[in-house]
T-cell receptor, first 114, second 114 residues
Framework: AQSVTQPDIHITVSEGASLELRCNYS??????LFWYVQSPGQGLQLLLK??????LVQGIKGFEAEFKRSQSSFNLRKPSVHWSDAAEYFC????????????FGTGTSLTVIP | SQTIHQWPATLVQPVGSPLSLECTVE??????LYWYRQAAGRGLQLLFY??????ISSEVPQNLSASRPQDRQFILSSKKLLLSDSGFYLC?????????????FGPGTRLTVL
């Protein structure tokens, strides 16, 4: 069965520090992977996606993620965090089934301290 | 460009009252449509998805229902709300294609059942 695990419920980093958010997936075939960001009371915005090819993908707002098949991971990184990055981050895997359903992790809440 | 609308933005309803949330998409045709619920401190739970007019698939048994009366309109309904129906409801769309495409989310509806 498809599933996504985000082990860190909440992370606090200082502004300017580096960031890594973890995501592990379970999927029987080559996964389609996504990272979304959600500001309080808002919808989700796509940060980046991985379908195939280069395992290091670049996204918006300076984020990147690396697909590691051997570890079933798709961790999100940013070299220098800005206060505006404080938000909820969701990892998702897309399944090749009717409706192309997404399976989301439970999210990681990021707090940025000055 | 494509846009997705949800209304109302917020809603406070008494237990046992009916519910109707509406989602419309502009700028695309024949999209896949999705309803999610996000409870406080939890991830996204897929409630319904639709691959075409009148075609609804339910993921979670509950007192909610969905309908797709037009290609780009998706409605979430209930005849009698429960306290447990409180949450943040998100509508999303994705291109209907052979590959898994990213989902685009609406701004959400905050529902409080009292």
């Amino acid at each position: 069965a498809q599933s996504v695990t985000q082990p860190d419920i909440h992370i606090t980093v200082s502004e300017g520090a580096s960031l890594e958010l973890r995501c592990n997936y379970s999927y029987g075939a080559t996964p389609y992977l996504f990272w979304y960001v959600q500001s309080p009371g808002q919808g989700l915005q796509l940060l980046l996606k991985y379908f195939s090819g280069d395992t290091l993908v670049q996204g918006i707002k300076g984020f990147e993620a690396e697909f590691k098949r051997s570890q079933s991971s798709f961790n999100l990184r940013k070299p220098s965090v800005h206060w505006s990055d404080a938000a909820e981050y969701f990892c998702a895997v897309g399944a090749r089934n009717t409706g192309n359903q997404f399976y989301f992790g439970t999210g990681t809440s990021l707090t940025v301290i000055p | 460009s494509q846009t997705i609308h949800q209304w109302p933005a917020t809603l406070v309803q008494p237990v046992g009252s009916p519910l109707s949330l509406e989602c419309t998409v502009e700028g695309t045709s024949n999209p896949n449509l999705y309803w999610y619920r996000q409870a406080a401190g939890r991830g996204l739970q897929l409630l319904f998805y639709s691959v075409g007019i009148g075609q609804i698939s339910s993921e979670v048994p509950q007192n909610l229902s969905a309908s797709r009366p037009q290609d780009r309109q998706f409605i979430l309904s209930s005849k009698k709300l429960l306290l447990s129906d409180s949450g943040f409801y998100l509508c999303a769309w994705a291109l209907l294609a052979g590959v898994i495409n990213e989902q685009f989310f609406g701004p959400g509806t905050r529902l409080t059942v009292l």
